[in-house]
């Protein structure tokens, strides 16, 4: 069973940046063998998906809102997963969340809230 835990939300200007941390752990869990995906729920909505990164780091896909801002990182050497925004907007108000797998469907984290506001 994995285990995600979020880090480096807060409060941030329009136009400002920010970068996610996700730190994996769990006995049995092989981060470096597993793709894994940033997902956001904004106030009074659902969570959505944001972003996906395979396993070694080769390939990544995005929304297309957040494509161009957002970049997915990861350091297999940490169990660690980023996620680097830049040129942030209100609408980016949200909990962010790690995920295990690619797409929504896989165990998260508990979150970490990012408020984009003046």
């Known amino acids: 069973q994995v285990q995600l835990v979020e880090s480096g939300g807060g409060l941030v200007q329009p136009g400002g940046s920010v970068r996610l941390s996700c730190l994996a752990s769990?006995?049995?869990?092989?981060?470096?063998?597993?793709?894994m995906s940033w997902l956001r729920q904004a106030p009074g909505k659902g969570v959505e998906w944001i972003a996906s990164?395979?396993?070694?780091?080769?390939?990544?896909k995005y929304i297309r809102d957040v494509e161009g801002r957002f970049a997915i990182l990861r350091d297999n050497a940490k169990n660690a997963l980023y996620l680097q925004m830049n040129n942030l907007q209100v609408d980016d108000t949200a909990t962010y969340y790690c995920a295990e797998g690619w797409g929504k469907g896989g165990t998260r984290g508990p979150g970490t809230r990012v408020t984009v506001s003046e």
């Open positions: 990164l395979t396993a070694d780091g080769s390939y990544s």
């Open positions: 769990g006995s049995g869990f092989d981060f470096s063998s597993n793709a």
